[in-house]
């Protein structure tokens, strides 16, 4: 996949997730809150490229569905958080 988690070439750093994620079509503001928890978490590469997965469905979903970003990320919560 192109745009997907294997674009990342080994680096998950903020900049790469937000490219990746806008990318798949997903605003600025949320491809910022899934670079947020793609990056603060401690998980293995392997797994934070499921969560970046995870996380861009998840938003993709709630925007089909005719919610806001701001809405999506009101209802997703503290990013910090959420990584952990």
Do not use: N, W
Not at 23 to 52: H, K, M, N, Q, T
């Amino acid at each position: 996949m192109a745009d997907g988690p294997d674009s990342f070439a080994g680096r998950m750093d903020r900049l790469s997730v937000i490219k990746a994620a806008r990318a798949r079509g997903l605003p600025a503001r949320l491809a910022e809150e899934v670079a947020a928890v793609v990056v603060r978490s401690a998980l293995p590469d392997e797994r934070r490229a499921e969560v970046f997965e995870e996380l861009v469905d998840h938003f993709q979903e709630g925007l089909a569905a005719g919610r806001t970003p701001e809405e999506l990320i009101a209802a997703f919560g503290d990013a910090g958080r959420v990584a952990r």
